[in-house]
């Protein structure tokens, strides 16, 4: 178990527990702002494996652009989810 | 043809650190030069900072002193995690590990600013939209009741 | 030895970032989720440089981790900034009321 893979585990394990809990969220802004972290570990994954252009792409529209867009349209909609 | 200019520049920068490479080559018996040992120690100190601020999270009863904990904690741990690995990363004193070295304090510097800016930002939306503080007799609703067990 | 010792730190900054994933999952108010998106952000950057030195080319994580820094700043304000609004506008209505509101009893 090299150090990277011990990190890859980590991460993998994270990802799948904030994409979780971003799903089971009642409040849509927050679940949104969970997102941003599951891009966040997404990026990182892809800097751990080494292809690092691919990272910083995720990492500028994940981080940067898409939270901030889910977040724009939470308000334009309903905060609470129905189901 | 720029090149060779900022070449002759270096040159011309005649103070080259040569001697620290000697100096740092000389104490590193088993691959751990002196810079290594402080660099591992800081990340080691940074670590334990970083701890605090987790338990802090984990354990604090409100919000606000959640918030406290957090801007507190990891931000005097990502400094000091950060400026071990540029010692960490300087044992050869090249130009190119100076460099590295400047950039991370770029790093420290822009988490050092945005830290306090980012928890201030959210204090304050937070204060706006009514989450009130636990006080000594109140026992705040929106904490979940296992505190008070 | 250093290599190794890169491992631990890393290691260890993901068993430290348990405890911010905790209170996203459990958090009672949505700031406190907010709170620990900024602390794993923050982390991010950090973790970042941990793997730029396990692979040895550090020059180049370095001005990525500088970037995420920036991203993680810039997005936890803009959530921050948006949160602050909701409250500030005044023409969303209150929600209607489902059950109708008991009739107080007349005191006597």
Redesign the interface.
């Known amino acids: 178990m090299t150090g990277l893979a011990l990190f890859n585990l980590f991460i993998l394990v994270f990802m799948v527990v904030a994409a979780v809990i971003s799903l089971r969220l009642k409040d849509l802004l927050t679940a949104s702002v969970v997102f941003g972290i599951y891009s966040f570990l997404m990026c990182l994954l892809w800097a751990e494996m080494g292809a690092v252009d691919v990272a910083f792409t995720e990492a500028a529209v994940g981080a940067g652009v898409s939270a901030v867009f889910l977040v724009a349209t939470v308000f334009n909609v309903k905060r609470k989810s129905s189901d | 043809m720029s090149m060779d200019v900022a070449d002759s520049f270096v040159g011309g920068f005649s103070f080259d650190f040569g001697f620290l490479a000697e100096a740092s080559a000389k104490t590193t018996h088993?691959?751990?030069s002196a810079l290594?040992v402080c660099?591992?120690v800081m990340?080691?100190v940074g670590?334990v900072f970083?701890?605090g601020?987790?338990?802090g999270?984990?354990r604090f009863p409100d919000?606000y002193t959640?918030?406290h904990a957090?801007?507190k904690g990891?931000?005097l741990?990502?400094l000091l995690?950060?400026l071990g690995?540029g010692l960490?990363?300087l044992d050869d004193f090249s130009m190119?590990g100076w460099?590295?070295v400047v950039?991370?304090l770029?790093?420290v510097l822009?988490?050092m600013l945005?830290?306090p800016?980012?928890?201030h930002?959210?204090m304050?939306?937070?204060y706006?939209?009514g989450?009130e503080p636990v006080t000594k007799g109140s026992s705040s609703k929106?904490?979940?009741k296992e505190v008070e067990s | 030895m250093t290599e190794g010792f890169t491992v631990f730190a890393g290691a260890a900054l993901f068993v430290l970032m348990l405890p911010a994933l905790y209170r996203v999952a459990v958090g009672p108010t949505s700031f406190d989720r907010l709170v620990a998106v900024n602390v794993i952000g923050t982390k991010t950057a950090v973790l970042l440089v941990v793997i730029g030195t396990l692979f040895g080319r550090l020059d180049m994580f370095v001005d990525f981790a500088l970037a995420y820094a920036l991203l993680n700043f810039v997005a936890s304000l803009a959530v921050a900034r948006y949160l602050n609004r909701t409250r500030s506008t005044p023409e969303r209505k209150p929600a209607k009321r489902r059950t109708p509101r008991k009739k107080k009893a007349k005191a006597s």
Do not use: H, P, Q, W
């Open positions: 088993a691959g751990l290594d660099g591992m990340v080691s670590l970083f701890l601020a987790a338990v999270l984990y919000f959640r918030m957090a801007g990891d931000t741990s990502s995690i950060l690995f960490i990363t190119v460099l590295l950039k991370l770029a790093i822009f988490i945005t830290s800016t980012s928890t930002a959210l304050r939306a937070g706006e939209d989450v929106n904490t979940k």
